[in-house]
């Protein structure tokens, strides 16, 4: 009998003799009081092993039929020796027309006596990683999306930066979703207040790494993608960027995950404040996130460095561009004036770089000096990524051609005929042919 059969017998026993009720006894084994006595009547006609499930030792009605369990197993005996589960699988079904399961082929290939093709791989050895020793030298990205409002606004995302070495918090910014805007938003506290780190540690998010397999043909002859914009910051910047890996999940998700959850109060400020289009913290979120100094972190210096001077600059967007004839440059809906240069000098149908900051402010760099800035659009400005740097200009309605400029793609679209004295309009020479060379054409 089974371990759930075992009890059967003392408890129907004690049911025959009345000392329990068939109710006690039913509540006992999880049946109903109809199902014990069914138990009970089988008790007095054959005693102890009648209690056992009938069911056992009967072949079960849907196995396979013994034909087919002999033509697999001459199958994969003979053909597909060699053949993985899955392979076999698929291949019984294909070409042999034959529908069983994977574990059934399974099962049969283990009653041949066939090893597995490839076999099981033990579980790989794990250790935690220790953290680093100095400030700044490793800080953690992450963002948590979470109910900060407590269904009475709409649902946030807790942008952070934690060191490793101590488990301060150096930024927090709250944002819709995690975009470009909110990072730079987190770099920018991080930077300005605590300084430059050595590197970052976050996960695979397009935002901070590259994570498509597109190439275009610059990045296949260099034989490296081109990073993102925040990529191209840290580069700028001198900090590395280590990608966690997709089953690992950092200690700043955990952190921002376990905050305190905002009051009744601080909700209906960071409500309000979210209306406006300005998303700032709780003055308590930042010191409630804040955990006791780790033990031996303050033993080594910190290793912040000290940011540039043009930060704002450098933390931005960048997009060539070409000087039109009237030294302009646009990206897309805003038109920025280039002035003269040097001498009265035009920048026309010259390649230069635009930078769209944070703040929305865009400026023109032309062999790393700005020539030329545009004020922003307002408070209400995200910085967004822009996919290629004519795409502003193919979604922009454009003129309609003149006729002159119809005309012209009209007549080089015309076949071109050959002039009067080339080879094609010559007619065939046997005999220069012979002086020249050639074969001899025979009818």
């Known amino acids: 009998m089974s371990r759930k059969e075992l009890p059967r017998a003392g408890l129907v026993a004690a049911a025959l003799a009345g000392r329990i009720s068939n109710q006690d006894g039913a509540v006992a084994l999880g049946i109903t009081a109809r199902q014990f006595q069914c138990l009970k009547q089988r008790y007095r006609e054959g005693g102890g092993p009648a209690l056992r499930h009938q069911g056992r030792e009967r072949l079960s009605h849907r196995r396979l039929p013994a034909s087919t369990t002999v033509q697999v197993q001459a199958l994969l005996g003979g053909r597909y020796k060699g053949f993985n589960d899955t392979h076999a699988t698929e291949k019984l079904l294909e070409v042999e027309h034959i529908a069983i399961s994977r574990e059934s082929v399974r099962r049969l290939r283990r009653a041949l006596g066939l090893p597995a093709v490839h076999r099981r791989r033990p579980p790989q050895h794990r250790s935690r990683r220790p953290r680093e020793p100095a400030a700044g030298q490793l800080v953690q990205l992450a963002g948590s999306p979470f109910d900060w409002l407590q269904s009475r606004g709409p649902a946030m995302t807790l942008l952070g930066a934690i060191d490793d070495a101590t488990s301060q918090v150096v930024a927090l910014h709250f944002r819709p979703t995690e975009d470009l805007h909110g990072y730079a938003t987190v770099l920018r506290q991080m930077f300005t207040t605590g300084g430059l780190?050595?590197?970052?540690?976050?996960?695979?998010?397009?935002?901070?790494?590259?994570?498509?397999?597109?190439?275009?043909?610059?990045?296949?002859?260099?034989?490296?993608?081109?990073?993102?914009?925040?990529?191209?910051?840290?580069?700028?910047?001198?900090?590395?960027?280590?990608?966690?890996?997709?089953?690992?999940?950092?200690?700043?998700?955990?952190?921002?995950?376990?905050?305190?959850?905002?009051?009744?109060?601080?909700?209906?400020?960071?409500?309000?404040?979210?209306?406006?289009?300005?998303?700032?913290?709780?003055?308590?979120?930042?010191?409630?996130?804040?955990?006791?100094?780790?033990?031996?972190?303050?033993?080594?210096?910190?290793?912040?460095?000290?940011?540039?001077?043009?930060?704002a600059v450098v933390l931005s967007c960048r997009y060539a561009r070409v000087v039109a004839r009237d030294n302009t440059v646009r990206l897309g809906p805003r038109l920025i004036q280039i002035p003269p240069g040097p001498h009265g000098r035009s920048y026309a149908r010259?390649?230069?770089?635009?930078?769209?900051?944070?703040?929305?402010?865009l400026v023109v760099c032309a062999d790393g000096i700005v020539i030329a800035t545009g004020a922003s659009p307002g408070p209400d400005f995200?910085?967004?990524?822009?996919?290629?740097?004519?795409?502003?200009?193919?979604?922009?309605?454009?003129?309609?051609?003149?006729?002159?400029?119809?005309?012209?793609?009209?007549?080089?679209?015309?076949?071109?005929?050959?002039?009067?004295?080339?080879?094609?309009?010559?007619?065939?020479?046997?005999?220069l042919a012979e002086r020249a060379g050639y074969p001899q054409h025979r009818g």
């Not at 967004?384 to 080089?412: C, K, M, N, Y």
């Open 197 to 311: 780190p050595v590197a970052l540690y976050g996960d695979g998010i397009n935002i901070l790494v590259r994570n498509d397999r597109h190439w275009t043909l610059e990045e296949q002859l260099a034989g490296i993608q081109a990073p993102t914009h925040l990529g191209r910051v840290l580069q700028d910047l001198g900090i590395g960027y280590v990608q966690a890996l997709p089953t690992r999940q950092g200690p700043s998700g955990a952190a921002l995950g376990h905050a305190a959850r905002p009051t009744r109060q601080r909700a209906a400020a960071a409500r309000h404040r979210h209306a406006r289009g300005r998303q700032r913290l709780p003055a308590d979120v930042p010191r409630r996130l804040q955990s006791p100094l780790r033990a031996g972190a303050g033993t080594a210096p910190a290793v912040w460095r000290r940011p540039p001077r043009d930060l």
């Open 350 to 361: 010259r390649r230069v770089e635009v930078r769209e900051l944070l703040d929305g402010r």
């Open 382 to 431: 995200a910085l967004v990524a822009r996919r290629a740097p004519g795409e502003d200009r193919r979604r922009a309605p454009s003129r309609p051609p003149s006729i002159r400029t119809a005309l012209q793609h009209l007549t080089t679209a015309l076949p071109r005929r050959p002039a009067a004295r080339h080879p094609w309009r010559r007619a065939y020479d046997p005999l």
